[in-house]
C-alpha cells in the first residue's frame, strides 16, 4: 500500500534536510531531558511520602512541643497515654580526640510504630540495647571511631554498636545540624542532659486505628499544655510535601533554560527550512498543491522531528533520575519508588508544544508562499518582518508551558515578566553590540573582521540565538549565584571580630567555672547570660489565644516557647522607644525587640505576662530597641530588668570569638569537666548550611 503523498514529501523533506534537523532534533532532546529528570525524580520524592506517610510522621497521631512532655503524658487517662515517648536534642559527643555536635535521640522499647529501623551490621532492629548507641556513619568519620569504640554523650560513657542506614521517621538529613545518635530512653538520665532550660523536644506517638484518629485527635487537643501541637497522618507531612513541591516547580522552571535554548534552535533552524524549502514549495503551488497540503507537509516534519528528539530526552531523562538519587545520598527519603509514565508524557507534549510554538508562524508563512516564487524569490525585508511574531508566539507558548509545569498564577506572571525583561534588555545589548563590534575590529586580523562581519550580517536570526544564549546561561546560573549568595551575605554582613561559637546548656553551678576556663584559653567577647525558658501567655492583660496575629509569623512567635533574659541589653542594641531602666526596678520592666513591638503593636506602657515553670511573670514595656542580629551576640527578643527572673529555673548561654587553632583544646576542656553543654562551631554550622543548599 503506497503511503499518502503528505506522508512521502514529510518523508523527502526529513532526507532532505537531515543535517539542520537533526541539531534541531538534539537541541530539544537536551531541554525535554532535563524537564523530565527533575520532574520523575520530584514525583518519585513526592510518591514516597505519599506512600510512607506514617512511617515519616512515626505514628497515626504525633504531639510535639519543645519542652519535657512526659509528665504530662503520665497524668493522662490511660486510652489517651502515647504508644510510644521520643525526646530529641542537640548535644556533644566526644571522643578521646575529638568533639562533634550531634543530634541525640532517646527512644522507648517500641520504637518504631511504623517503618523499619536498619542498623549495619544487625540489619532490621529496635531501639539500642541499654549501654549502647546507634549513630549515622558520618560520625565515625568526623570523630576517627569504628563499631565497638567508645564515645561520651553527656556523663555517659557509651558503646558504639552499629551505624544507621535507614531511620523510618525521618525524611531526610538535609535539616540536621550534626549526625544522628540514637539511644535507649532507659540510658538517657545517665547522660545528665535534662537539666532545667535545656533544649530539647518531645514527641508523643500513637499507633491507633483508621477509626479512631479522628477521635483521638479532638481528645487530645482539648488537653495540650501550652505550646504544644497535634499531626496525623493526613496532615503531618504537608509542610515536607509542600517543601518537595516547592523545590520540584523551581527545578522545573530552572530546566525551562534548556527548553528556551531548544526554542531558539527551532526558531533559526525552522527559518532555514523555510528558506531552503520556499521554491519547492513554490514548485507543489504551482503543479496544484494547496496551502492545506503544504501545512500537512511541514507540520509533519517538524512534529516527527520533535517526536525524535523528545523520545531521546525522555529516555536520557529517565537515566538521569535513576542515578539522582545516589548522588544525592541522604538527602533523599530512602527507597525511591519508581517513577510512573507522567513525566515522559509531560516531556514528549512539552517538546511538541516548544518546537510548534516556534515554528507554527513560519510554517503558515511557508504555506501562503505564491507560485510566482518559483521565478522569484520573496523581499528579504518581509522575512525579516517574521521574527516579531514568531518571538511573542513563542513567548505566548512559553507562558502556557509555565502554566501547566507551575499550575501557580503568581509564578506565571513573575516567570513571563521576568522573560520579558531579560529579552528586552539581552536583546538590546545583543543589537548594540553587533553594530559596535565591526567597528572595533575594523583593525584586526582578517580571521576575527570576516567572523564579526558574520555575525553581524546574520540579522534577526543572529540576535535570537544570543538572546536565547543568553537567557540560558543566566538561568543556569541563578542557582549557583542565590547559593553562594545565602552564606556569603551573612559572612559579609557578620563583622570581622563576630563571634564564633556559641556555648549554651551551662548550669548556675558551673558558670563561675566555666568564665575561668574560656578565659585561660583565650577566649574574647564572653558574656554568660541567664536564659530562661517562658511561654507568652497575655498581651496588655489579654490572653495571647485572643490576640489577633497579623501574620503567620506573629503566630509562630506568639505560641513558641521563648528564651528571655534579665540584665543589660547587649551595648550595641539601639534604643528606639521609651529609655533603658536604672539600677533594679521594683516592678518587672521589659526591654522588646522592635520587630516583636511592630508586630503585636506594642510599646512603652504596655505589658507582656509570661509562664515560667507553671508561674506567671507580668512586666511593662519600658522601652523599644533595634537588635543587630548580624553580630552573632547572644541578643534576646525580650530582656527583663535586673533581678525580674531570679527565682526561676534557668541554664546561661554565651557566644565568644576564639583562634581556630585554639578552638579544639578549648572545646575538649569544657566538656571533660562539664559534659552535659553544648558548644556550637559557627564555621561547621555555615559548612552544614552550604552542603544543604
Known sequence: MTPPLSIRLALREILHNRTLLATLGLAVAAGTAALV??????????????????????????????????????????????????????????????????????????????GELRVSPQGKVGPPPPGSVWVEPGLLQQLALKIGDTIGIGYAKLQIAGTITREPDRAAGAFSIGPRVMLSAHDLPATGLIQPGSRIETILLYRVSVDRVTELQQQLESRLPPGAGIETTRTGIEQTRGIISQTADYLRLTALAGLILAAAAVLVAVEHLAERSAVSVATLKAMGADSLLITTVYTGVLGMTALAGGGIGVTAGQLIQSFLPKLLGDLLPADLPVASHASSFQGITTALAITLAAGGYQLWR?????????????????????????????????????????????????????????????????????????????????????????????????????????LSVTALLA?????????????????????????????????????????????????????????????????????????????????????????????????????????????????????????????????????????????????????????????????????????????YITSYRIPADRAQALQTALLEKHPNVTVIDLGVLVATVQEMV
Not at 538590546?428 to 553581524?456: M, Y
Not at 546548656?505 to 574574647?524: C, S
Not at 542580629?629 to 530588668?641: D, G, I, L, P
Open 37 to 114: 529528570a527533575i520532574g520523575a525524580l520530584g514525583e518519585r520524592v513526592e510518591r514516597a511520602l505519599s506512600n510512607e506517610t506514617a512511617a515519616l510522621l512515626g505514628g497515626d497521631i504525633k504531639v510535639s512541643a519543645r519542652r519535657d512532655l512526659r509528665s504530662w503524658a503520665e497524668a493522662l487517662p490511660e486510652p489517651l497515654r502515647p504508644s510510644l515517648s521520643v525526646i530529641e536534642m542537640p548535644t556533644m559527643a566526644v571522643s578521646a580526640d575529638a568533639q562533634r555536635l550531634v543530634e541525640l535521640k532517646a527512644v522507648g522499647s517500641t520504637y518504631p510504630l511504623y
Open 366 to 470: 511557508l504555506a501562503r508562499t505564491s507560485p510566482i516564487g518559483v521565478l522569484r524569490a520573496p523581499p528579504e525585508d518581509a522575512s525579516r518582518h517574521t521574527w516579531v511574531q514568531q518571538t511573542l508566539i513563542l513567548l505566548a507558548g512559553l507562558g502556557l508551558l509555565i502554566a501547566w509545569l507551575s499550575n501557580d498564577a503568581g509564578l506565571i506572571l513573575i516567570g513571563m515578566s521576568a522573560i520579558l525583561a531579560a529579552l528586552l534588555v539581552t536583546g538590546v545589548c545583543t543589537v548594540v553590540l553587533l553594530r559596535v563590534l565591526p567597528k572595533i575590529t575594523n583593525e584586526s586580523g582578517i580571521t576575527l573582521r570576516h567572523a564579526v562581519l558574520g555575525l553581524s550580517r546574520g540579522g534577526p536570526r543572529t540576535v535570537i540565538a544570543i538572546t536565547a544564549l543568553a
Open 479 to 651: 542557582p549557583l549565584l542565590v547559593r553562594a549568595d545565602l552564606v556569603r551575605q551573612w559572612l559579609i554582613q557578620a563583622p570581622a571580630d563576630a563571634p564564633n561559637h556559641f556555648l549554651i546548656d551551662v548550669q548556675p553551678t558551673q558558670r563561675d567555672d566555666i568564665e575561668q576556663i574560656l578565659a585561660r584559653h583565650g577566649a574574647t567577647g564572653v558574656w554568660l547570660r541567664p536564659m530562661v525558658r517562658a511561654r507568652l501567655t497575655h498581651l496588655d492583660g489579654v490572653p495571647i489565644r485572643e490576640v489577633a496575629t497579623p501574620t503567620p509569623r506573629a503566630e509562630r512567635m506568639a505560641t513558641r516557647e521563648n528564651n528571655l533574659t534579665f540584665g543589660p541589653p547587649e551595648p550595641d542594641n539601639e534604643l528606639v522607644a521609651g529609655s533603658w531602666w536604672r539600677g533594679q526596678p521594683a516592678q518587672p520592666e521589659i526591654s522588646l525587640e522592635q520587630e516583636w513591638a511592630e508586630l503585636f503593636g506594642l510599646s512603652p506602657g504596655s505589658t507582656m505576662s509570661f509562664e515560667v515553670a507553671g508561674n506567671q511573670v507580668t512586666g511593662t514595656v519600658t522601652s523599644v530597641r533595634r537588635v543587630n542580629w548580624e553580630s552573632m551576640r547572644s541578643n534576646f527578643f525580650v530582656v527583663f530588668s535586673p533581678g525580674a527572673l531570679d527565682d526561676f529555673p534557668r541554664s
